[in-house]
Structures are given as C-alpha cells and as structure tokens.
C-alpha cells in the first residue's frame, strides 16, 4: 500500500474565533458532591499512553511560537511511484528527441552519393603492334565521405601481354589489386605496361572494376569502365601475289613477301599457307613444311658494325599446278604468325585469287582403284590406270602422256622395281636423280605406243593399264629410308588446232608406304587321352618401321577348352571363355624386334560334326610410327577337319 505523505501549506492558518466566556457557577452551599468513578488498572495504564503520544505529537507539531496547527486544516496527498517513474521517462524521450531534431537541423549532413566514385582508363585507343603501351587505371572519390578496401580488378584484351605496374599486382594473373582506403577529393592512380600482339583492325577491350566500401555504410559497392581499342599500326606487313589467270595443268608461281620495318633480333615468325583442294605444290622456296608453312626466326647481321637496312624484305616463293576441275576460281591465302610467349598471334593475312581456265585435254590417274592417297608395303605391286579424253572440239596432233613416280631411293637406287614392270604398251622408263633420298622415274608413251595419240579426234578417250611392283625387304634395307611416300603425277603434251604446243598436268597421287607387317598362322594337331589338340601359334613380322598400339583378335567356336594361362613373349593376353574371345594387345614393337609369336592350345572336348572352323581370321591392327597410318590386316582362319 502506498505510503501516505503529510504535506503543509505555507500560508497562515485563520484565526480561532474568539471562545465564549465561561460561565462561573458557584456552588451552593450545603450541595451534594457527586462520588467519583472507579477506573480499572488497564483503564489507567491505557490513558496514560494516551498523554504519553499526545505529548510526543505535540513536541512533534508545535511551531516556532509554541502553537499546535489545526490539524484538519492540513491536507494529505496520495501519490503512485509507477506514474512518477512513466512520467520521468517520457520527458527524458522527450529531451532526446529535442536533441535529435536539434542535430538534424543545426549539425551538417554526410550523404554518400555513388556516382562520386568514378574509375577511368587512360591510355592510346590505336596502340601499334609490338610496341611497349602505358595506360593509367584512375579511381577518384570526389566527395568528403572516405572509401575503404578498395579492390581493383582488370581484365586485359587478349592481345596484351602484361610487363609490370607501378603498384605490385596482388595475383599471378597480374590483373588485381588491393589499394586500401581512399580519403574524399583525393584519386588513386595505377600505370600499367604492356606489350600488344594482336591482329590488325580487330576491337579489343580493357575493362576495369573497382569494389570499396563507403566509410558509412556496411555493404561493398562496385563501380566499371570499358575501353575499346583497335591495333591500326604494325611494323610488319605481308602481301602475296600471282597471275590472275591460268590454264589448268600450266603451272603458276604464287609470291609470298614479308617487310620487316623493326629489325629486332630473335622475332620468331609462322607464315601459314592455304591451297585450294585442286591445288598441288611442286617446289618451294624455303621448303615448306608438312603443315604447308614456314617458321623462321629473324637474325640480324652477325657483324657488330653493321646494321640492317630496312625495311627489310624476306622472299617465299611456292610454284605448282591446278588440276582439272569444275571450279572456276581458285583462292590462295597465306597468313602471318608472330610467335611470342609461346603463342601464336595473327598479325596479317594476304590472299589472291586466281581465274582456272579449263583445259581442252582431261587427264586422270587412279592406282589400286583409288584417286586420292593410298597406302602400300614393301613387296606389293602398284596396279596403275591412266586416263585421257579430248575435250575440244577439235582433234589434237601429236600428245605424248608422261607419268612420273618420285620415290624413295637407297644410294640412288629407286625402291621401285623397274625391272619388274608390266606394261603391254612398253611405255619408255628415264631415271632421275632429284635428291639424296628421291629418285624420279618417268613413263612416256606417244603415238609409236599408242597410235591414237597421234591423231586424237575430238571427244575420243583413251585408257590403259599397267603394273608397277615394290622391292620387297630382302632386296632392300627398307629400315634404312628415310622417305615413305611416292608421289606419281600425270601429265600430257600435244599440239592444239591453232598449232600451239600445249601441256596439262593432272592431279598427283600420294603413295604412302607403310611398315611390312604380317602375320602367319601356324598349327599341329596332336591326341591327347582320345581327345584333339590343336597347337595353334600366332607369328607376326615386322622389320621396317616401328609400331604401337598392335591388337590381334580372334573368335573361337565349339565345345573347347583353351589351356590357361596363355604365356605372352610380349605384351598381355585376354580369353574370353565365355564369349570364346581371344585378344593379344601389345604397347609397341621396334623394328629390331621382328618376329613375335605367341602359342596357345585349344583342346576339343567334344566334336560337332557340322562344324568346320576352329578360330575365326585374326585380325591385326597397329599404327605405324614413321607415317602415322592405321595399319589392318587378316589373317588366315583355323580350319576344323571333320572325318
């Protein structure tokens, strides 16, 4: 219960009225007095501790000129503490609200505003090939407000290569950054160094992205920019050139020139070619290399008191012949690398393009029944078809068809066997020697060989065959040849109705000679406890070129029973006897390693009396490490004699 509390006023209380007189009765005399009343014990001591607390109230209430207030005049106030304590608090929200709108008011605003953070790219928009470029990566803050842990990224165009910065880059990519904190009004600035190899007049792009942090807030803010490039200068330039026309079979020599206006030393150089599909090369200076290119690494004069002239121009030339086709023109294009960092950058690209006019003669070559490239082995025979149809409208005089073979040769001897040739028409056979290791055979047969080519009439056709044998491995140490592959190429001579003297050259065709492998299957049968054995033995041989990646697979049939485990010379062995699968895999075989055999036995458990095969041919499969060819071959099948 809450305490009840006294409380005074100040001003002075009204005066008592003024007390009747008393009236004084005497008494008469003789008059009765009454008796006194009897008062119990308690009845006393309870008056007595009545005087007692009046006297201590009047001690108590008694005012400086010793009267007692009239104490139904004084007022008595009940208050409740849960309101005084509400109360206090709302005028303590109120003061702080005061003071807050006060500081809204009176104390400046900081407002961070994001636009006010800008990053820039400075640098040149046409830089030149080659050449060292400096560009400045520029973040300001261009308000008060400070930014902090600032991280920035770029990402360069794929042409430039990075060569240092003012500030340490904090990845291995050398791409970012970690700048700290930036205060208000001031930029922070980062050059970076590169060099561009690129191709010309291609758009390429910086792009740059800045992450921070506003000292006010609590979340990251990002800001970008973007600048377009475009490489227009180059201290190289190449150009190709050639005829604009050209009769099919005539042959035509396209230019390739290279200006170097730089002269450093050690600049490594691609220039790639690309020919049309009836397009075939015949010489080339420097010899191109199997991809139809050139690599080469510019060297300056090696005396120390002289220097290059430049520009300085580097000549290629490729000579050969367009074959007989429907196409009418013909696009030749050759395209300049420059080899940096272990990359390849496309800096140029000339092209030409050539009108084919067509021919009055067409001329085809075809051996082992294909007109593209074919394969072969040491031993085997070229079976060879050549034909021929005049297409003018008029007849022709006097062709001659050559037929000429670039093989492979061992002290100038060629691998073919010209001894050996089978030709009803006895063509006449010239050698020549080309190179080192190339031996030309040419064929020639005009109208004392075939009379039609002395008068040949407009539309007729002519056709014949022959067959042209390789040297097999004992007659050559084929191991020993460095070359794999004849080139044989067509071509005719003969005199048109206007009297001119005409050649036409028709498409080549490339021989490739793979390794000799073979494989001879071997076997004896024996009795063993009323039951047949079959000893069957794989044997291949190979002496020219090493081999990988060899595979032998072969299908077994009855009621069999291989013995196991099959012990391999090399390699590993894998049967089947569920699916009656054999497979012998072998990683590779050099060619000083020549023979292989691999035996196994085949014990039949019961014979069926339709049957008539034990294995299926075995196929073999590998691939020639010299010529890269696919190598796949049968071989024979194990038979089963049934009584």
């Avoid at 994001?114 to 080659?130: K, L, R, S, Y």
């Amino acid at each position: 219960m809450a305490e009840e509390t006294p409380s005074f006023f100040s001003q002075p209380l009204p005066e008592e009225p003024a007390k009747p007189k008393r009236r004084i009765v005497r008494k008469r005399a003789n008059a009765a007095t009454p008796r006194p009343r009897r008062r119990s014990p308690a009845t006393i001591e309870t008056t007595t501790n009545s005087q007692r607390i009046n006297q201590q109230l009047n001690n108590i209430y008694r005012d400086e000129s010793g009267k007692i207030p009239d104490m139904s005049k004084i007022k008595i106030k009940k208050e409740n503490s849960i309101f005084k304590k509400l109360f206090v608090l709302l005028i303590v929200i109120g003061l702080l609200a005061a003071a807050a709108w006060t500081g809204f008011f009176l104390i400046p605003k900081k407002n961070f505003a994001e636009a006010q953070v800008t990053v820039a790219i400075e640098g040149p928009e046409n830089p030149v090939f080659g050449a060292t470029t400096t560009y400045n990566l520029v973040i300001t803050n261009q308000q008060k407000i400070s930014i902090k842990n600032i991280n920035l990224t770029v990402r360069y165009p794929d042409s430039f290569i990075f060569s240092d910065s003012s500030i340490p880059p904090a990845n291995q990519g050398n791409n970012e950054w970690n700048l700290g904190n930036l205060a208000g009004n001031k930029n922070q600035k980062i050059q970076i160094s590169g060099i561009y190899y690129g191709a010309l007049d291609q758009d390429q792009s910086w792009r740059a992205s800045a992450r921070y942090q506003p000292e006010n807030f609590n979340s990251e803010m990002q800001r970008s920019a973007v600048k377009t490039i475009r490489i227009t200068h180059s201290p190289f330039s190449l150009t190709l050139t050639g005829p604009d026309k050209i009769a099919t079979g005539n042959e035509i020599t396209y230019t390739v020139t290279l200006e170097n206006r730089e002269g450093k030393p050690d600049q490594k150089f691609i220039i790639q070619n690309e020919w049309p599909a009836n397009f075939y090369l015949t010489t080339s200076t420097p010899t191109l290399e199997k991809n139809n290119s050139w690599a080469f690494v510019y060297a300056p004069p090696t005396s120390t008191t002289s220097t290059p002239i430049l520009p300085i121009k580097q000549i290629f030339k490729v000579t050969g012949k367009f074959i007989d086709s429907d196409q009418k023109n013909a696009i030749t294009k050759s395209s300049l690398f420059f080899v940096a960092n272990k990359n390849n950058y496309k800096i140029g690209e000339a092209s030409v393009t050539t009108e084919l006019i067509k021919n009055s003669v067409s001329l085809q070559l075809a051996i082992n029944g294909s007109l593209e490239k074919i394969t072969t082995r040491p031993g085997e025979n070229l079976n060879v078809t050549v034909a021929a149809k005049n297409e003018s409208p008029n007849k022709l005089t006097k062709a001659t068809i050559n037929l000429y073979f670039d093989a492979p040769a061992y002290k100038k001897t060629s691998v073919i066997d010209w001894a050996k040739i089978s030709d009803k028409l006895d063509g006449n056979v010239v050698g020549k020697q080309i190179s080192d290791i190339i031996r030309q055979g040419k064929i020639t047969w005009n109208s004392s060989k075939l009379s039609a080519l002395g008068n040949w009439k407009a539309g007729q056709e002519i056709q014949f065959d022959f067959q042209v044998p390789l040297k097999d491995t004992k007659t050559v140490d084929w191991s020993s040849i460095s070359e794999s592959k004849i080139i044989a190429t067509p071509e005719i001579v003969f005199t048109d109705s206007a009297g001119e003297i005409q050649t036409i050259t028709g498409k080549p065709l490339d021989i490739i000679i793979n390794s000799d492998l073979s494989l001879e299957v071997r076997e004896e049968i024996e009795n063993q406890n009323g039951n047949e054995v079959h000893n069957v033995t794989w044997v291949i041989n190979n002496s020219v070129h090493p081999l990988k990646n060899i595979t032998l697979s072969a299908d077994l049939y009855g009621d069999i029973t291989v013995t196991n485990p099959i012990v391999a010379p090399a390699g590993k062995i894998t049967y089947d006897a569920k699916e009656k699968n054999l497979l012998w895999e072998i990683p590779q075989m050099s060619s000083e390693t020549d023979v292989l055999a691999l035996p196994f036995t085949i014990t039949i458990n019961k014979k069926n009396p339709t049957q008539n095969l034990l294995v299926s041919k075995v196929r073999v499969q590998a691939e020639d490490t010299v010529t890269g060819e696919k190598l796949d071959l049968m071989g024979e099948e194990t038979p089963l004699i049934t009584e």
